[in-house]
């Protein structure tokens, strides 16, 4: 017997700079062909969500992720028109200031420092929301424990 239909897991990353610009790719395909888009996609069978999240940040934009801070998860069933995905999304803070390459899916990645005023795809504009309260929060452990 096998397993019944599941959503489809995929993974996206919320990258920022030391500047605190967000790393966004505009998306080549549809859906949301033209539209900014976080790093991410469809995670591979025998891939954990970390791998699969750092490979798809590298295919997409060049970058290397290490440390990776889980977000939440996002399993709203009309997220993505293609059908009922879920997504562990994914927070990492670069150290320094690196350029991008676009890739794979992505017609260009570029640092975005007014992200609320672009055209975001998906539900990544709530990802990023998320994202920048868990980033805050991170901060302020850092300080208190400085």
Not at 16 to 26: A, K, N
Not at 51 to 74: I, Q, S
Request: include cysteine; charged fraction near 25%.
């Amino acid at each position: 017997m096998g397993l019944a239909p599941t959503p489809a897991l995929t993974v996206d990353c919320v990258i920022y700079d030391p500047q605190g610009r967000v790393l966004l790719i505009r998306r080549k395909n549809q859906p949301f062909k033209g539209a900014y888009a976080l790093p991410g996609g469809f995670v591979d069978i025998g891939e954990t969500v970390e791998a699969g999240c750092r490979r798809e940040v590298r295919e997409e934009t060049g970058l290397d992720v290490d440390d990776l801070r889980l977000v939440g998860v996002y399993s709203d069933p009309a997220r993505d028109p293609r059908g009922h995905t879920a997504s562990a999304a994914f927070l990492a803070l670069l150290p320094e200031v690196k350029t991008p390459t676009a890739g794979d899916d992505a017609a260009a990645a570029d640092w975005v420092e007014n992200w609320r005023a672009a055209p975001l795809a998906f539900d990544h504009a709530k990802i990023i929301e998320d994202a920048e309260k868990l980033r805050g929060a991170l901060g302020r452990v850092a300080v208190g424990q400085g």
